[in-house]
């Protein structure tokens, strides 16, 4: 394949957002997961350092928390302070025991220096309560919240400036589901009630890519919103189990930005798109395998609540293919950072996340090191490229269909701060080496090419185990062009030192 660009044809800077994470009072993400005050791991606050750590390597930008469906039967004022109840979660149907709640998770957020970002609750929850939430965490010390905030001992306010509302209230599955014209309404009521608590605050709500849906949200309260919430898993296992192998995962990659499209289509044609942004504030391959025998029984040890292993931790299953896809998915995000400000990979520790926890330590699943790879290794700048000879590949997708997608995918980069290029070229072919003939003479210097592709399509990282890690090499000198050998089943940034 090969591919030309022009390092002054920018498509745009990225937010650093696009590389943000998810957590929901699921499965062992919070209690078990981040959380967990009896492991030796844990730090004064109860906060494991081992994640904390991890969660510091990949630049965790924003987190997006308390959830998910979870959110939309929780109750805020029920998890601070001194006198807490423990609740039943009616989403996940799980007693929890509410110790870890808004002033927790800002503490999260301070550790690992991301941006909080709030979902409120939606389905049982009013917009008087939300904007509580809004006055509690951001209000110097007016009113009853604030001052609540301060007794509980934090002086300061929290500054949470990225509030959801709701989750994904148009779905069946969702507490308190809504229809199109119930969501509008309550949207605008509470999209009015928190900016009057706090103007600063940027607001969103889910979309889906119904248009009628999008069409009544937007009409109503476009003019309240920042941005429009979206989140898509492809590979939905969520009773079966049943994971798509390789191929049909690669068949996944097919058009791969279709639900931005729609979205930014309606944005442009509502004259929406300068004003508001896409949030794919969730996004994974993989849909979470629900175990639906969640519910705390009396009498188990500590070991059996905390780790109760379920089909979402057998690390095998966390291969290749979700590396490969991942970068994919991150490529598309790159490619529209006109419009998509930010995202959030569901979620980052357990269930399936791309940090897992045992008793003994911590396993970085072959997406973490997809995230170590953006992150850290390449630019923030966008640039615009354009290619022939993109070599194609044919797949049967896991509804049978026969497919054909290409077999590479390329984003390029360049630094503001910084001369040179990084380059993200990800190889889709399971066992074929492909060849990428880079073609442009506004460069010039030594090449380091950073690559990710284990052993074959199926190697994972497990306790004690690591088949998928980034591996550095040099490739030789760039003048005004060159071939790089990429490897089968592969995620790769190539460095263009100047
Ligand atoms: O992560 C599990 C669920 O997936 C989330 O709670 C929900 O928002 C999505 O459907």
Same mark, same amino acid.
């Given at each position: 394949?090969?591919?030309?660009?022009?390092?002054?044809?920018?498509?745009?800077?990225?937010?650093?957002?696009?590389?943000?994470?998810?957590?929901?009072?699921?499965?062992?993400?919070?209690?078990?997961?981040?959380?967990?005050?009896?492991?030796?791991?844990?730090?004064?606050?109860?906060?494991?350092?081992?994640?904390?750590?991890?969660?510091?390597?990949?630049?965790?930008?924003?987190?997006?928390?308390?959830?998910?469906?979870?959110?939309?039967?929780?109750?805020?004022?029920?998890?601070?302070?001194?006198?807490?109840?423990?609740?039943?979660?009616?989403?996940?149907?799980?007693?929890?025991?509410?110790?870890?709640?808004?002033?927790?998770?800002?503490?999260?957020?301070?550790?690992?220096?991301?941006?909080?970002?709030?979902?409120?609750?939606?389905?049982?929850?009013?917009?008087?309560?939300?904007?509580?939430?809004?006055?509690?965490?951001?209000?110097?010390?007016?009113?009853?919240?604030?001052?609540?905030?301060?007794?509980?001992?934090?002086?300061?306010?929290?500054?949470?400036?990225?509030?959801?509302?709701?989750?994904?209230?148009?779905?069946?599955?969702?507490?308190?589901?809504?229809?199109?014209?119930?969501?509008?309404?309550?949207?605008?009521?509470?999209?009015?009630?928190?900016?009057?608590? %706090?103007? +600063?605050?940027?607001?969103? !709500?889910? *979309?889906?890519?119904?248009?009628?849906?999008?069409? =009544? #949200?937007?009409? $109503? &309260?476009?003019?309240?919103?920042?941005?429009?919430?979206?989140?898509?898993?492809?590979?939905?296992?969520?009773?079966?189990?049943?994971?798509?192998?390789?191929?049909?995962?690669?068949?996944?990659?097919?058009?791969?930005?279709?639900?931005?499209?729609?979205?930014?289509?309606?944005?442009?044609?509502?004259?929406?798109?300068?004003?508001?942004?896409?949030?794919?504030?969730?996004?994974?391959?993989?849909?979470?395998?629900?175990?639906?025998?969640?519910?705390?029984?009396?009498?188990?040890?500590?070991?059996?609540?905390?780790?109760?292993?379920?089909?979402?931790? %057998?690390? +095998?299953?966390?291969?290749? !293919?979700? *590396?490969?896809?991942?970068?994919?998915?991150?490529? =598309? #995000?790159?490619? $529209? &950072?006109?419009?998509?400000?930010?995202?959030?990979?569901?979620?980052?520790?357990?269930?399936?996340?791309?940090?897992?926890?045992?008793?003994?330590?911590?396993?970085?699943?072959?997406?973490?090191?997809?995230?170590?790879?953006?992150?850290?290794?390449?630019?923030?700048?966008?640039?615009?490229?354009?290619?022939?000879?993109?070599?194609?590949?044919?797949?049967?997708?896991?509804?049978?269909?026969?497919?054909?997608?290409?077999?590479?995918?390329?984003?390029?980069?360049?630094?503001?701060?910084?001369?040179?290029?990084?380059?993200?070229?990800?190889?889709?072919?399971?066992?074929?080496?492909?060849?990428?003939?880079?073609?442009?003479?506004?460069?010039?210097?030594?090449?380091? #090419?950073?690559?990710?592709?284990?052993?074959?399509?199926?190697?994972?990282?497990?306790?004690?185990?690591?088949?998928?890690?980034?591996?550095?090499?040099?490739?030789?000198?760039?003048?005004?062009?060159?071939?790089?050998?990429?490897?089968?089943?592969?995620?790769?940034?190539?460095?263009?030192?100047?």
């Amino acid at each position: 394949m090969k591919v030309f660009l022009n390092p002054d044809r920018e498509i745009g800077r990225r937010s650093p957002m696009l590389y943000g994470q998810f957590i929901e009072h699921f499965h062992r993400q919070i209690y078990g997961g981040v959380y967990d005050p009896q492991s030796p791991f844990a730090d004064e606050d109860g906060f494991r350092t081992d994640v904390l750590e991890a969660m510091r390597r990949i630049k965790m930008p924003i987190l997006r928390w308390p959830g998910g469906c979870f959110v939309s039967s929780y109750h805020w004022k029920d998890a601070v302070g001194k006198e807490r109840q423990p609740f039943f979660d009616k989403a996940w149907r799980v007693e929890d025991p509410n110790s870890f709640g808004t002033d927790e998770y800002i503490k999260l957020c301070r550790k690992t220096g991301c941006e909080p970002y709030i979902c409120t609750n939606a389905g049982t929850g009013t917009a008087e309560e939300m904007s509580d939430w809004v006055e509690y965490c951001n209000l110097e010390s007016e009113g009853k919240y604030a001052k609540w905030r301060i007794e509980n001992g934090y002086e300061q306010p929290h500054k949470v400036k990225y509030w959801s509302i709701g989750n994904e209230n148009y779905g069946f599955w969702e507490i308190g589901a809504k229809t199109a014209s119930e969501w509008g309404r309550l949207v605008k009521e509470a999209a009015k009630m928190i900016k009057h608590v %706090d103007p +600063t605050t940027e607001l969103t !709500a889910a *979309a889906l890519t119904d248009i009628h849906w999008n069409i =009544e #949200l937007l009409e $109503n &309260c476009g003019e309240f919103l920042d941005w429009i919430s979206i989140h898509e898993y492809w590979d939905g296992i969520h009773q079966t189990n049943d994971y798509a192998n390789y191929e049909q995962v690669m068949a996944y990659t097919d058009r791969l930005g279709h639900s931005i499209d729609e979205v930014r289509g309606l944005l442009t044609a509502m004259k929406l798109d300068k004003k508001i942004k896409i949030a794919f504030d969730e996004w994974n391959l993989r849909g979470w395998y629900h175990p639906n025998v969640h519910t705390i029984k009396q009498g188990v040890t500590r070991e059996e609540y905390l780790y109760p292993r379920d089909k979402n931790d %057998d690390n +095998t299953k966390y291969t290749m !293919a979700d *590396a490969v896809f991942t970068a994919c998915f991150l490529n =598309e #995000l790159n490619r $529209n &950072c006109d419009i998509v400000g930010m995202a959030n990979f569901a979620p980052v520790v357990n269930t399936r996340g791309c940090i897992y926890t045992c008793p003994e330590g911590i396993v970085l699943r072959s997406t973490y090191h997809v995230f170590d790879l953006y992150v850290n290794y390449l630019g923030d700048i966008v640039l615009d490229t354009w290619s022939k000879e993109t070599p194609s590949m044919k797949v049967k997708a896991k509804d049978g269909r026969e497919l054909s997608v290409d077999a590479l995918d390329i984003v390029a980069t360049k630094w503001s701060d910084r001369p040179g290029l990084a380059i993200a070229a990800v190889n889709k072919e399971p066992e074929e080496a492909l060849t990428l003939s880079l073609n442009f003479h506004s460069a010039k210097g030594n090449v380091k #090419l950073f690559t990710i592709s284990g052993n074959s399509t199926e190697s994972y990282n497990d306790m004690g185990y690591e088949e998928v890690r980034i591996e550095e090499s040099e490739a030789g000198a760039f003048r005004m062009g060159m071939e790089i050998a990429l490897k089968a089943h592969s995620v790769n940034v190539i460095w263009i030192e100047e």
